[in-house]
């Protein structure tokens, strides 16, 4: 499978944005699939993953409240809903698929290219 972020851009803190990921080659719902980010100077970090089905998500401690994330298997897309967002949320984000419902990028294979999202205070 091929993963085709998009969405990013440049926002106003207390804005939003949403993220999508499309899948080619092969399904998506074969995958459990994540969101992470990665500023800069800074490791690549979990922020939300959700399981094949879409029935559970799973949210980092510093987005519960203001992210989302929901997948539409039958567009093959996973989306990530961000409010309120905050400077600090600005990195580059990538969505990833893998094979088990964990935080650890280590466990997902497949990774898109990323999509940079900036939030000016």
């Known amino acids: 499978v091929q993963l085709q972020a998009s969405g990013g851009g440049l926002v106003q803190a207390r804005g939003y944005l949403r993220l999508s990921c499309a899948a080619s080659?092969?399904?998506?719902?074969?995958?459990?699939m994540a969101w992470f980010r990665q500023a800069p100077g800074k490791e690549r970090e979990f922020v939300a993953c959700?399981?094949?089905?879409?029935?559970?998500?799973y949210l980092a401690n510093s987005v519960k409240g203001r992210f989302t994330i929901f997948r539409d298997n039958d567009k093959n897309t996973v989306t990530l809903q961000m409010n309120n967002l905050k400077p600090e949320d600005t990195a580059v984000y990538y969505c990833?698929?893998?094979?088990?419902?964990?935080?650890?990028?280590?466990?997902?294979?497949?990774w898109g290219q990323g999509t940079l999202v900036t939030v000016s205070s």
């Open positions: 959700v399981t094949r089905s879409g029935g559970s998500t």
């Open positions: 990833a698929a893998g094979e088990s419902l964990s935080g650890a990028y280590s466990e997902y294979a497949i």
């Open positions: 080659r092969r399904p998506l719902r074969s995958y459990t």
